[in-house]
């Protein structure tokens, strides 16, 4: 669709899994939120390994049951509709790091609506 095309922002919330808010992990919170708020869309990525502001090492490690592992949730939309949500969001999150970078839509697929 069209709509989706053009300059937008890309913002990136890199938290833990074990981070909640009311007592529900912090990124269904923020999914939630983003849904709510009508972005366009978020995505959540694990990452297998990862070093934050406490220089803690955080990997994987198949024995072990339960682990602290970083998360991104990636948000894309138009910088107006960015900037609401982190005004919502940011009394959610106690310990993390965001980032916003420019980035151009070039291609948006999608079968309900066709392609653009």
Known sequence: MQRYLGKR???K???SNEDQHEGKPLFEALL???KEMGLAGATVIKAVAGMGAHS???????WVLKQKMPLIVAIIDKEEKI???LDAAGGMIAEGLVTMNDI???QYHHPKFGEA
Request: aromatic letters at 14%; zero cysteines; glycine letters at 0%.
């Open 13 to 15: 919330i890199y938290i």
């Open 32 to 34: 939630t939120l983003a």
């Open 56 to 62: 803690e090492l955080h990997t994987f490690n198949v």
């Open 9 to 11: 922002k890309e913002l």
């Open 104 to 106: 151009d839509v070039v």
């Open 83 to 85: 900037s609401a949500f």
